[in-house]
């Protein structure tokens, strides 16, 4: 499963957030169930990131949403939101080399 989650910070909110993903991408990508993680910047608007995950199924993802990592993190980073994030999960059909 894939888990693509887009937000948008207040720009002077956005290095607090990279010190903050910074800290913890590797106990993130390091969760059960977890095996792709990726930070994304919009190309135009410096305070728009998107995470692309891989998750073994959505039980994994749940499982790491009801943990203390997540809480901690997710309790952190939505008080430097500018709007509310957008997130979603998606399957892949088919990829092209």
Request: hydrophobic content about 35%.
């Amino acid at each position: 499963m894939i888990r693509v989650v887009r937000m948008i910070f207040e720009e002077d909110k956005v290095e607090d957030f990279l010190k903050n993903f910074h800290q913890h991408k590797e106990q993130i990508r390091n969760f059960p169930g977890c095996s792709h993680l990726e930070l994304w910047q919009d190309e135009n608007s410096k305070n728009i990131f998107m995470t692309y995950s891989h998750w073994k199924d959505e039980e994994a993802l749940n499982q790491y949403r009801d943990s203390e990592l997540f809480k901690s993190v997710w309790s952190y980073t939505k008080q430097l939101f500018l709007e509310k994030p957008i997130a979603f999960s998606a399957k892949k059909i088919e990829e092209l080399p």
